[in-house]
């Protein structure tokens, strides 16, 4: 393709991704990857922040995306005040994902020059403790600063500031104190304006953007839309010092905070003189290894070079994707990280590429970012075998779905349409998501008929987009809890210790009641919400589940109530011990099982989603294949064996760094702060875990796995019930067992001799009835073959079953005098059954006499050459299609 094609791929004015050397205008000096990631942390570090490790990709807070896609997502319980921060002030590297939802950059990936699916951000962060006067000043000296003083070396006269209108307050410190001639310093509304969401912290940003020159777009400022090219962001800092409520008003933070994101990727290839991300760090590096893998080169055509780019940036995503517990699927975070995949793989056969090119690029991904993520070592084989396993599967289609797609693409005019149909087809049989599709159909200057296909699907194409999120109030209620976690803070949970205690009402919200302290569990982390009973002087009422309003805020469902109740009343909480009690067996019996299946099953194994009540538990768990019965068996065994030993169980709270020099193993779903609660349940099982558990493994009794399977490519869920639940289980199969001995009229311990007995006495009745059937065909026929001429017989019979008919038929049809029969039949009454029967020489196909008249009788069926049946329930329309047969019969 030629330069014309860009056109196609560019919005006007965009600039194609290619190096765009900035030439004489900076003093930095080029950085690898790992040298900016210590240079930022080193600087913030120097100045009393505590270097905080990358968080994974899977968040854990309620209001959290589907992916980690900023910096501040593991401290958001401290900017909103659900946990106290452990330190003032911190600075940290994240990785972080956009590719699902509605932080989305798929489509832009190796088009643009700075879009990517995964990325670094860069960070610093205040709670409660310095602000906009040492935020701002800090964010320049690091930029412009000379490396031998621990800066960046960026030019100063090519950096612009942004600010919010309202904020006169940063552009002073920028203007007065930094020194930016107030001629780049732009006011912008919303662009400048940070929010959690419709009420909570908020806040003014600055922006900080990087002037690239009037090679990439008109002059004055990133205030211009069109100049979005020339004035690229490098560094965004939040001031949240506000809160919003529900009717909308902004009201002064008691504490304010700083949360500041700076582009690794965009910093490192400026820092490199290029405008484009692709040339700089480790992302520079996969390229060059996507062509060694692909044999292709860049600059030889515009589709080549998107391919290598988003090969390079789609291995990255999926490697980090797999090693945090992510794996293929259809839904949810799988779905996306299955397209990711795809995708890559598409483009490389586009390339022309026939081998599997992901793992070698996973290998030098791992190899290139384990010393900054060391996590990625010990996932290698892991990642390795999930990736290779699903590139394989995928490539075992892609021929013949890229045929299809290319034959239809070529039968379009420029700007044409691919059809809903085809479309639908490449998805349900090829495996081709619909994006994959309008991608490369796009590619093409053609769009898809969407909602051709959308008609295709059905109720296939419902796919969950987002994390599962717990059952919670409706939004209108969000912002009444919010303000009451504002006002009051968390709810005091004391289940821990207590079964009952006092407390004080806080709010009553609908059908819920909010108190100051509860024994009542809040369903979180797989385990279902207590139940129990409040009373108070003037009122009572069963709490019929226990959820959080909204994270840190107990609400406590309630039904039969009696009377009212009051803010500001004693209130009896009391819940139910026997249930809470059922529920810690199978809560702590979820981690002995957790323990076994990666005994077992390997290392790789995963929690990821669980369920835990009082009558079961249940565990989904990363594995890719289906476990054999003897390794479930071996599972249970282990499970039990670890039970009986009657270990003790330590529930305790401490620094999640010191969990995790315990070796403890993070619970997929559950959020956690700095500060952890640890699950030692007896010598082998240590998991972070906030939920309720036994005080030894003996009280979780025996345990019993009941069902086990797929729920999703590479996910399985396992069924079991702990406590008495064995016992009831045994108790029905044995009620089950001596009532099926007394119908067989045998002693229980005889079942398995009498149900042989019976299914042989059940064999010799069939085979007598198959030949009493058979003698009735033949004297039945021996009456209808007067009714044939020159051996051809079409008649209506009365039958009792299909089978009567099929066996009528045949005895006919094996006369030697008899060529042809076509029977019609009402068996037992209901519906309607053809069916033609010929002999091989007769010369004719008996789908061709049955075909004609279906519809006559409502049905189909109809194909068989010498045997053909049709049925359907128009009985009324039998003798019409006999009619018809005889006729086209005689006309032969």
Not at 692 to 713: D, N, R
Not at 744 to 757: M, R, T
Request: charged fraction near 25%.
């Amino acid at each position: 393709m030629g330069n014309g094609f860009l056109g196609t791929l560019f919005p006007a004015g965009q600039v194609p991704v290619s190096r765009h050397y900035i030439d004489g205008v900076m003093s930095a000096t080029p950085l690898s990857a790992a040298e900016l990631r210590d240079a930022f942390r080193g600087f913030f570090a120097e100045r009393g922040h505590t270097v905080v490790p990358s968080a994974g990709l899977i968040p854990h807070h309620p209001t959290a995306p589907m992916f980690t896609n900023s910096g501040m997502m593991q401290f958001v319980p401290y900017f909103i005040g659900e946990e106290p921060a452990p330190y003032p002030r911190a600075t940290s590297v994240q990785r972080c994902v956009r590719a699902g939802g509605k932080h989305n950059d798929l489509d832009a990936i190796g088009r643009s020059p700075r879009h990517l699916s995964f990325f670094e951000m860069l960070g610093n962060f205040s709670f409660g403790d310095y602000f906009k006067s040492d935020a701002i000043p800090w964010a320049w000296e690091l930029l412009t600063a000379s490396p031998s003083a621990g800066g960046l070396g960026l030019d100063g006269d090519r950096l612009w500031i942004t600010c919010h209108t309202t904020d006169d307050e940063a552009e002073d410190i920028w203007a007065d104190g930094v020194g930016v001639p107030r001629g780049r310093i732009q006011r912008l509304e919303s662009d400048n304006f940070w929010e959690m969401g419709d009420t909570g912290p908020c806040g003014p940003s600055s922006e900080i953007f990087w002037d690239y020159g009037p090679d990439f777009g008109p002059d004055g400022g990133p205030a211009d839309p069109a100049a979005e090219h020339r004035y690229v962001e490098l560094w965004n800092l939040v001031f949240m010092q506000y809160f919003r409520g529900a009717d909308g008003a902004l009201t002064d933070l008691p504490r304010t905070n700083v949360d500041t994101g700076a582009g690794l990727e965009r910093i490192g290839a400026l820092l490199a003189g290029s405008s484009s991300v692709y040339d700089a760090g480790d992302l520079a590096q996969l390229v060059e290894y996507a062509q060694s893998v692909t044999g292709q080169r860049l600059g030889v055509t515009d589709v080549g070079d998107i391919a290598l780019r988003l090969i390079a940036d789609h291995s990255r995503t999926a490697t980090f994707l797999v090693a945090d517990g992510v794996l293929p699927s259809n839904e949810d975070r799988g779905y996306v990280l299955r397209r990711i995949i795809r995708r890559a793989v598409r483009f490389a056969y586009l390339l022309g590429v026939k081998t599997l090119v992901l793992p070698p690029m996973i290998e030098r991904c791992i190899e290139l970012m384990a010393p900054s993520y060391p996590e990625l070592t010990p996932a290698r084989d892991l990642v390795l075998g999930i990736i290779e396993r699903e590139e394989s599967r995928f490539v075992q289609t892609l021929a013949t779905g890229s045929q299809l797609l290319d034959s239809e693409l070529d039968g379009l005019s420029h700007g044409g349409e691919l059809s809903g149909s085809v479309a639908f087809t490449l998805h349900d049989t090829y495996g081709f998501p619909l994006e994959v599709t309008q991608e490369f159909a796009e590619l093409r200057g053609a769009a898809v008929d969407l909602d051709g296909f959308n008609t295709e699907m059905d109720a296939q194409r419902e796919r969950a987009r987002s994390a599962s999120k717990a059952k919670g109030p409706g939004t209108e209620d969000v912002a009444e809890y919010s303000a009451i976690l504002a006002e009051r803070g968390p709810t005091d949970f004391v289940g821990r210790e207590l079964d009952h205690c006092d407390a004080v009402v806080v709010a009553v919200i609908g059908d819920s009641l909010v108190v100051d302290s509860t024994p009542f569990y809040a369903e979180s982390g797989g385990q279902v919400g207590d139940t129990g009973t409040i009373r108070s002087q003037s009122a009572s009422a069963t709490v019929v589940d226990t959820r959080y309003g909204v994270a840190g805020v107990h609400r406590h469902v309630l039904a039969e109530v009696v009377g009212e109740f009051h803010v500001g009343e004693t209130v009896a909480m009391s819940i139910s011990s026997e249930r809470r009690a059922a529920i810690r067996r199978h809560h702590t019996a979820t981690h002995i099982l957790h323990w076994a299946l990666r005994e077992v099953l390997g290392d790789h194994v995963k929690q990821q989603g669980s369920m835990v009540a009082p009558d079961r538990l249940r565990f989904d768990f990363s594995h890719f294949e289906a476990p054999t019965p003897d390794e479930l068996r071996h599972v249970e065994d282990l499970a039990n064996a670890e039970i009986l030993a009657n270990g003790a169980v330590r529930h305790f709270e401490t620094t999640k760094d010191e969990a995790m020099s315990m070796g403890a193993i993070a619970f997929f779903g559950d959020k956690y702060g700095d500060l952890v609660r640890v699950l030692e349940a007896g010598p082998r099982s240590t998991e972070l875990c906030g939920g309720t558990h036994v005080h030894a493994l003996g009280e979780i009794g025996p345990l019993k796995i009941i069902s086990e399977g797929s729920i999703g490519s590479n996910i399985r869920r396992l069924e079991a019930v702990a406590g008495t639940g064995p016992i009831d289980r045994l108790r029905l199969e044995e009620a089950r067992i001596a009532g099926a001995a007394a119908q067989l009229g045998v002693p229980p311990e005889d079942l398995s001799e009498g149900i042989a007995k019976r299914l042989a006495d059940l064999s010799a009745a069939r085979d007598e009835i198959a030949a009493l059937r058979h003698q009735v065909a033949a004297s039945a026929a021996a009456s209808l073959v007067d009714e044939a001429t020159d051996g051809v017989l079409v008649a209506r019979v009365e039958a009792e079953s299909r089978d009567e008919v099929r066996d009528l038929a045949l005895s006919l049809r094996d006369r030697p005098e008899m060529r042809v029969v076509v029977l019609g039949s009402s068996p037992g009454g209901k519906g309607a059954m053809l069916l033609a029967a010929v002999s091989p020489d007769a010369g004719i196909d008996a789908g061709s006499l049955i075909a004609p008249v279906m519809a006559l009788i409502g049905g189909g069926g109809g194909k068989g050459a010498e045997i053909a049946t049709a049925g359907g329930k128009n009985a009324e329309g039998i003798d019409e299609a006999l009619e018809q047969i005889r006729t086209l019969l005689n006309g032969r």
